[in-house]
């Protein structure tokens, strides 16, 4: 068949021309809103890319800062990993920070307008923060209770890490959370908290109870241990009550026998999950001569000291104890962490509380307030924490306690003003003054016996 030009009518090139016209703008907004969709999936992707990196390489550091400065051990379950950012703003008792603020203006004006002007000299005495009231109380507990201004945590294991890098682009950990049912824990560690709660039971017998407004708002706390002494002519001493001393020497020798076992028990318990943390404070301990809690002197080339030792003293709170949110400045600053441990007790029995026996405490939360988070202590539960205490803003809330039980807590850190007096020792700095001496249990046992 020949093909002919002309056997194409003009009819049917105007349809084709119509058609091509009119399916044209469709055509080009489909190609649009394809190349559209195919760039939007493009930066969606290289979101993803981006996030799975970034989590990559936040993963990396947060394993590598655990790993170094915490515990190179597995863990022996599953972990929650959380970054926090830190809200100077966020406070749970801002009328009582805000006076406590302007009492020190002022205390400092007054200062400077007695060296310039003289007249009476300003009071040196410390100013403190006051007493909450029962309805501060109740709204800084209102906020930590409510779920989207604060997080707590009641089980499992959790690690949380600053947000923001450090000066050496490395992650810092805040707090790293292990929480026991105590009902599934054998019965060897059931003995030695058993043992460990009688044994701090019995401490109270022997040392006095601190009862400083800067450290307590309510409740009870105890030290035990070592602590740069208050006592004139005493470089370094132990917290002792002399006179409850002198009327049970025989039960308080037997009480310092026990404290071997009751600080490897301590250790014991942290190793797992914690082994680094607690070698870097037996090292630095060793570095400087420092006492552990448990010994009677001061370490020597002929002492026959124990080797799960990681913290001079010990205090410990119970009875409704609760405080201030404050950062532990005075403690030694060349140690990252503190080491806290929390069990339902008995108060004057000496040993472990479970729900089963009517344990009805509540509240007494541990908060972080600026890095809204905090520790729930639930009944049957020992909670354990490494923390860095002189980084974080962090205190303990009112608790509920109407009956026969408590939550006991504990704390071990390495004061300052300890070491630095060890130090002066070490530089055999008192060898010319033989009228200063060490307030060891020696020196107790025979000031008592006098």
Same mark, same amino acid.
């Given at each position: 068949?020949?093909?002919?030009?002309?056997?194409?009518?003009?009819?049917? $090139?105007?349809d084709?021309?119509?058609?091509?016209?009119?399916?044209?703008?469709?055509?080009?907004?489909?190609? /649009?809103?394809?190349?559209?969709?195919?760039?939007?999936?493009?930066?969606? %992707?290289?979101?993803?890319?981006?996030?799975?990196?970034?989590?990559?390489?936040?993963?990396?550091?947060?394993?590598?800062?655990?790993?170094?400065?915490l515990?190179?051990?597995?863990?022996?379950?599953?972990?929650? =990993?959380?970054?926090?950012?830190?809200?100077?703003?966020?406070?749970?008792?801002?009328?009582?920070?805000?006076?406590?603020?302007?009492?020190?203006?002022?205390?400092?004006?007054?200062?400077?307008?007695?060296?310039?002007?003289?007249?009476?000299?300003?009071?040196?005495?410390?100013?403190?923060?006051?007493?909450? /009231?029962?309805?501060e109380?109740?709204?800084?507990?209102?906020?930590?209770?409510?779920?989207?201004?604060f997080? $707590?945590?009641?089980?499992?294991?959790?690690?949380?890490?600053?947000? !923001?890098?450090? /000066?050496?682009?490395?992650?810092?950990?805040?707090?790293?959370?292990?929480?026991?049912?105590? %009902?599934?824990?054998?019965?060897?560690?059931?003995?030695?908290?058993?043992?460990?709660?009688?044994?701090?039971?019995?401490?109270?017998?022997?040392?006095?109870s601190?009862?400083?407004?800067?450290?307590?708002?309510?409740?009870?706390?105890?030290? =035990?241990?070592?602590?740069?002494?208050?006592?004139?002519?005493?470089?370094?001493?132990?917290?002792?009550?002399?006179?409850?001393?002198?009327?049970? !020497?025989?039960?308080?020798?037997?009480?310092?026998?026990?404290?071997?076992?009751?600080?490897?028990?301590?250790?014991?318990?942290?190793?797992?999950?914690?082994?680094?943390?607690?070698?870097?404070?037996?090292?630095?301990?060793?570095?400087?001569?420092?006492?552990?809690l448990?010994?009677?002197?001061?370490?020597?080339?002929?002492?026959?000291?124990?080797?799960?030792?990681?913290?001079?003293?010990?205090?410990?709170?119970?009875?409704?104890?609760?405080?201030?949110?404050?950062?532990?400045?005075?403690?030694?600053?060349?140690?990252?962490?503190?080491?806290?441990?929390? $069990?339902?007790?008995?108060?004057?029995?000496?040993?472990?509380?479970?729900?089963?026996?009517?344990?009805?405490?509540?509240?007494?939360?541990?908060?972080?307030?600026?890095?809204?988070?905090?520790?729930?202590?639930?009944?049957?539960?020992?909670?354990?924490? =490494?923390?860095?205490?002189?980084?974080?803003?962090?205190?303990? $809330?009112?608790?509920?306690?109407?009956?026969?039980?408590?939550?006991?807590?504990?704390?071990?850190?390495?004061?300052e003003?300890?070491?630095?007096?060890?130090?002066r020792?070490?530089?055999?700095?008192?060898?010319?003054?033989?009228?200063?001496?060490?307030?060891?249990?020696?020196? =107790?046992?025979?000031?008592v016996?006098?």
């Amino acid at each position: 068949m020949t093909f002919h030009p002309d056997d194409i009518s003009d009819s049917s $090139l105007t349809d084709i021309s119509s058609s091509s016209s009119e399916s044209e703008p469709e055509d080009k907004g489909s190609f /649009t809103n394809d190349l559209f969709l195919i760039s939007s999936a493009r930066k969606a %992707k290289k979101k993803r890319r981006r996030n799975k990196n970034w989590s990559e390489k936040r993963n990396a550091k947060c394993k590598q800062a655990t790993a170094m400065f915490l515990t190179n051990l597995p863990p022996n379950c599953g972990s929650v =990993i959380s970054d926090v950012k830190v809200v100077a703003k966020r406070d749970l008792f801002p009328d009582i920070t805000a006076e406590t603020k302007q009492a020190k203006i002022e205390r400092k004006l007054a200062r400077k307008r007695f060296k310039k002007a003289g007249g009476p000299l300003p009071p040196k005495k410390k100013i403190s923060d006051w007493l909450p /009231t029962p309805e501060e109380i109740a709204t800084a507990s209102s906020i930590v209770e409510d779920p989207t201004k604060f997080r $707590l945590y009641d089980h499992g294991h959790v690690c949380i890490f600053d947000k !923001q890098l450090t /000066t050496e682009k490395e992650k810092q950990i805040m707090a790293d959370i292990t929480f026991t049912d105590l %009902k599934t824990i054998s019965n060897q560690k059931r003995d030695d908290l058993n043992f460990l709660v009688a044994f701090l039971e019995k401490s109270k017998k022997f040392v006095n109870s601190i009862g400083s407004k800067s450290r307590s708002c309510g409740g009870y706390m105890w030290a =035990i241990g070592w602590r740069k002494s208050m006592t004139k002519f005493e470089i370094i001493g132990r917290y002792v009550n002399k006179a409850a001393i002198k009327k049970n !020497q025989e039960e308080f020798n037997q009480h310092v026998k026990d404290s071997d076992r009751a600080s490897s028990i301590l250790w014991d318990l942290f190793y797992p999950i914690g082994n680094r943390a607690l070698e870097a404070n037996q090292q630095f301990m060793a570095e400087h001569n420092l006492p552990s809690l448990s010994d009677p002197e001061l370490p020597s080339e002929t002492s026959k000291g124990h080797d799960k030792f990681f913290s001079t003293n010990l205090t410990f709170t119970s009875d409704g104890f609760f405080n201030h949110p404050h950062k532990d400045k005075k403690d030694d600053k060349r140690l990252p962490f503190a080491f806290f441990l929390s $069990l339902p007790t008995f108060k004057s029995k000496g040993r472990l509380a479970f729900e089963s026996d009517g344990y009805d405490v509540t509240g007494g939360q541990f908060v972080f307030p600026e890095c809204g988070f905090g520790i729930d202590f639930k009944p049957d539960t020992m909670v354990q924490m =490494i923390f860095a205490q002189r980084l974080y803003t962090h205190g303990t $809330l009112k608790p509920t306690e109407n009956g026969k039980f408590t939550k006991l807590g504990m704390s071990l850190q390495i004061s300052e003003k300890t070491t630095n007096m060890l130090d002066r020792i070490l530089a055999e700095e008192f060898v010319t003054k033989p009228e200063m001496h060490v307030g060891d249990v020696p020196h =107790i046992m025979n000031q008592v016996q006098k």
